[in-house]
């Protein structure tokens, strides 16, 4: 999937939910959605300082 076709994916679900969805549903949704983003965001650079620091001790 590129990146045109994975944008598209994401807001054609989010317009599907949003039918479904109250306003108040879809702000807590959203906002969960952000932050379980910043989490991921989070934890994926912790795993790369852990696997850069690693290197350096190597070297």
């Not at 702000?27 to 290197?55: F, M, P, W």
Request: glycine share 2%; proline share 0%; aromatic share 0%.
């Amino acid at each position: 999937m590129n990146s045109c076709e994975l944008t598209a994916s994401i807001t054609a679900l989010a317009n599907a939910l949003a039918c479904k969805l109250s306003i108040d549903e879809i702000s807590l949704l959203a906002s969960s959605l952000v932050q379980l983003g910043d989490t991921l965001a989070t934890i994926a650079l912790q795993r790369t300082l852990c696997e850069n620091s690693k290197e350096t001790t190597k070297s």
